[in-house]
Nanobody
Framework: VQLQASGGGLVQAGGSLRLSCAAS????????MGWFRQAPGKEREFVAG????????KYGDSAKGRFTISRDNAKGMVYLQMDSLKPEDTALYYC???????????????????WGQGTQVTVSS
């Protein structure tokens, strides 16, 4: 399983960014996908997750109302649209995958076993 995240960068507070993650080496439609982040000196934090069908999603408290996770099963891609960014959103953002073939197509895990490299998001005040 390989996960390649991209789309990070420097943005002013209040701005938007869209992160992308390309997945390969897996049957994408059998895997739930998630985004996590880790700021310096802090623990890794769950940001958002999406079911293998794309019909269900979960968000961490910091992401609710501002971030939107989506996926394109035909392309093997998962996205994180981040709006109304705040300086406290500054972190390394990671794409993650978890096999959920045996679960409902709407199941969204909060624990993931496969990780990609991070993409840095920096929000200036």
């Amino acid at each position: 399983v390989q996960l390649q995240a991209s789309g990070g960068g420097l943005v002013q507070a209040g701005g938007s960014l869209r992160l992308s993650c390309a997945a390969s080496g897996l049957v994408f439609s059998e895997w739930a996908m998630g985004w996590f982040r880790q700021a310096p000196g802090k623990e890794r934090e769950f940001v958002a997750g999406i079911s293998r069908s794309g019909g269900s999603s979960k968000y961490g408290d910091s992401a609710k109302g501002r971030f939107t996770i989506s996926r394109d099963n035909a392309k093997g891609m998962v996205y994180l649209q981040m709006d109304s960014l705040k300086p406290e959103d500054t972190a390394l953002y990671y794409c993650a995958a978890e096999s959920v073939r045996r679960y409902s197509s709407e199941y969204v895990p909060v624990k993931y076993g496969f990780w990609g490299q991070g993409t840095q998001v920096t929000v200036s005040s």
